[in-house]
């Protein structure tokens, strides 16, 4: 199928349908950033152009986007997600692995419910709609599909969040949630961004450290403090065995190259001594140098640091999970 549009057009609905569908609202030069990584393609050359592209290039386009951003676990299209999926269940099929032309056919027959069921709202027929994991696919062909223009179902979204805002606002974003310190879009989008952690505002880098640990059973606060010497995040705990737990955190968002300096580290435990905090954390987008790291093990459990690999860490254990319908079954 080909559509002939002028380029803009084509930008415009791409970048509009990757926010609708992942709740994301990303600039046209974060696309074209994105997009990059693809060979030149159809949004390369004079906007007012009229052309004429095959919708799997528009397609193609969109599930990068998607993927970049954290919606999808992978950039795979259409028919290679409908071919893993019978791939790994080839029991339930009863196929053999050597059986190809069996293969294409129930992949072209699944692939036809999936499109019926994601435009018409259609229900498969029962020979698809009792398999294991088959709810799970669904959705991610409907995640994928650029004709299903409808935002997932599975989500309670206040409108589309500006990507921008996750670097240049400290306010907290208006989140689905309203205990919500750092939406799961944004995790979801450093989680696949790991690189642009260090670029995030240093405001939000104290949301997501407050996020962290309340999605730990914390009860947190991010406070209103701006001097480098106080305390960012106060998370504190009932446990039934230990008693009351308070854990006093201090982020630093700091490039890479400009590590944690054992003097910062000296001055913050200066201050959780004095409070009578059980544990001072020092969360970092950076690193400690090895006189930081020296002193935190000196202090034994009373003091101990999180620097950016423990970051990517956190956001890897709050992402969303997309791909569970497409693991192997047991056979």
């Given at each position: 199928?080909?559509?002939?549009?002028?380029?803009?057009?084509?930008?415009?609905?791409?970048?509009?349908?990757?926010?609708?569908?992942?709740?994301?609202?990303?600039?046209?030069?974060?696309?074209?950033?994105?997009?990059?990584?693809?060979?030149?393609?159809?949004?390369?050359?004079e906007k007012s152009e009229v052309i004429r592209i095959d919708m799997l290039d528009f397609e193609e386009a969109f599930i990068h986007l998607m993927y970049k951003v954290g919606a999808l676990n992978d950039d795979e299209d259409l028919c290679g997600v409908v071919v893993r999926y019978v791939n790994n269940n080839l029991n339930l099929f009863n196929i053999a692995e050597t059986d190809i032309m069996e293969k294409i056919e129930i992949v072209s027959m699944l692939q036809h419910h999936l499109v019926k069921n994601a435009l018409d709202k259609e229900a498969l027929p029962k020979e698809f709609s009792t398999l294991p994991g088959i709810e799970n696919l669904a959705k991610e062909f409907k995640d994928r599909y650029v004709f299903h223009n409808e935002m997932p179902e599975s989500v309670d979204w206040n409108g589309i969040l500006p990507l921008d805002d996750l670097f240049d606002k400290e306010s907290i974003p208006n989140a689905s949630s309203p205990d919500c310190y750092l939406d799961q879009r944004y995790i979801d989008y450093l989680s696949s961004q790991t690189d642009e952690l260090g670029d995030i505002h240093w405001r939000q880098f104290e949301y997501l450290t407050g996020e962290y640990f309340k999605r730990h059973g914390y009860e947190v606060e991010v406070t209103?403090?701006?001097?480098?010497?106080?305390?960012?995040?106060?998370?504190?705990?009932?446990?039934?065995?230990?008693?009351?737990?308070?854990?006093?955190?201090?982020?630093?968002?700091?490039?890479?190259?400009?590590?944690?300096?054992?003097?910062?580290?000296?001055?913050?435990?200066?201050?959780?001594?004095d409070s009578g905090a059980t544990k001072g954390i020092i969360a970092t987008t950076s690193r400690l140098t090895s006189g930081a790291k020296d002193y935190c093990k000196a202090k034994m459990y009373r003091l101990d640091s999180a620097d950016n690999t423990n970051i990517k860490g956190w956001l890897q254990s709050m992402k969303t999970s997309h791909n569970n319908a497409l693991q192997r079954t047991s056979r």
């Amino acid at each position: 199928m080909h559509i002939w549009s002028p380029r803009q057009h084509l930008i415009d609905n791409v970048i509009d349908l990757v926010g609708i569908k992942s709740g994301l609202a990303i600039s046209e030069s974060k696309a074209f950033a994105f997009l990059d990584e693809l060979s030149p393609g159809w949004w390369i050359g004079e906007k007012s152009e009229v052309i004429r592209i095959d919708m799997l290039d528009f397609e193609e386009a969109f599930i990068h986007l998607m993927y970049k951003v954290g919606a999808l676990n992978d950039d795979e299209d259409l028919c290679g997600v409908v071919v893993r999926y019978v791939n790994n269940n080839l029991n339930l099929f009863n196929i053999a692995e050597t059986d190809i032309m069996e293969k294409i056919e129930i992949v072209s027959m699944l692939q036809h419910h999936l499109v019926k069921n994601a435009l018409d709202k259609e229900a498969l027929p029962k020979e698809f709609s009792t398999l294991p994991g088959i709810e799970n696919l669904a959705k991610e062909f409907k995640d994928r599909y650029v004709f299903h223009n409808e935002m997932p179902e599975s989500v309670d979204w206040n409108g589309i969040l500006p990507l921008d805002d996750l670097f240049d606002k400290e306010s907290i974003p208006n989140a689905s949630s309203p205990d919500c310190y750092l939406d799961q879009r944004y995790i979801d989008y450093l989680s696949s961004q790991t690189d642009e952690l260090g670029d995030i505002h240093w405001r939000q880098f104290e949301y997501l450290t407050g996020e962290y640990f309340k999605r730990h059973g914390y009860e947190v606060e991010v406070t209103v403090g701006r001097r480098d010497g106080g305390i960012d995040v106060v998370a504190k705990k009932h446990d039934p065995i230990t008693g009351p737990e308070m854990i006093l955190v201090q982020c630093k968002k700091y490039s890479e190259n400009n590590p944690v300096e054992v003097d910062s580290i000296r001055a913050f435990w200066a201050t959780v001594d004095d409070s009578g905090a059980t544990k001072g954390i020092i969360a970092t987008t950076s690193r400690l140098t090895s006189g930081a790291k020296d002193y935190c093990k000196a202090k034994m459990y009373r003091l101990d640091s999180a620097d950016n690999t423990n970051i990517k860490g956190w956001l890897q254990s709050m992402k969303t999970s997309h791909n569970n319908a497409l693991q192997r079954t047991s056979r």
